[in-house]
């Protein structure tokens, strides 16, 4: 059997998220939103992925996070990839993200020693909030973007990192949490 798979932090999702959030899913702009309870920060998209691998990946999580104890990061500013005159995915900024970098890194090392496909682009750390699906409204986002790109959503304390499987309905997916590792001292 397989499962839709990515390694990810949990965000919990304060006010100031809540209302930026609430902008963007006001804007009329054609977005896919990520549903509340479904923000989080990906660290390594794994894709279709065999149960089979399950403690393989388990181990690879558990070596990439040696050394890591728990920090706290801020969320802090908006922006859109690739750019903002060419929006695919609108995001919020992290600070005090190094440990996830260096996590991101020692999972993509560790991971493609069991078969899984190493990223070329660099981790850049970021929560993704929607993803643009077309022109509608763009300059509405823009403004949007601009009114919070120095706002502070808050901090989050970041204790472990999970195996989440992405379940598939018409409502939209479901993320269940596989396996957990906890940073050293937690």
């Known amino acids: 059997m397989t499962f839709r798979a990515f390694i990810a932090v949990e965000v919990e999702v304060g006010t100031k998220l809540e209302e930026f959030w609430n902008k963007l899913k006001e804007s009329n702009a054609q977005l896919k939103l990520v549903e509340p309870e479904n923000i989080h920060l990906t660290l390594k998209f794994l894709g279709d992925t065999d149960e089979a691998k399950i403690g393989d990946i388990e181990s690879a999580m558990s070596l990439s996070i040696e050394g890591v104890e728990p920090f706290t990061m801020e969320m802090i500013g ?31 090392s560790e991971l493609s020693k069991h078969g899984f496909k190493r990223e ?11 993803r643009v699906k077309g022109p509608r409204n763009k300059q509405i986002l823009g403004d949007i973007l601009k009114e919070y790109q120095d706002v502070v959503f808050g901090t989050q304390k970041v204790e472990g990192i999970k195996l989440k499987k992405s379940v598939l309905s018409r409502e939209g997916p479901t993320y269940i949490t596989v396996k957990e590792v906890k940073l050293l001292g937690t």
């Open 78 to 108: 908006t922006g859109a990839f690739p750019n903002p005159n060419y929006m695919k995915v609108i995001w919020v900024g992290l600070e005090g993200a190094d440990s996830l970098v260096k996590i991101a890194k020692a999972l993509n």
């Open 120 to 130: 070329k682009k660099g981790f850049r750390p970021h929560v993704t909030l929607a």
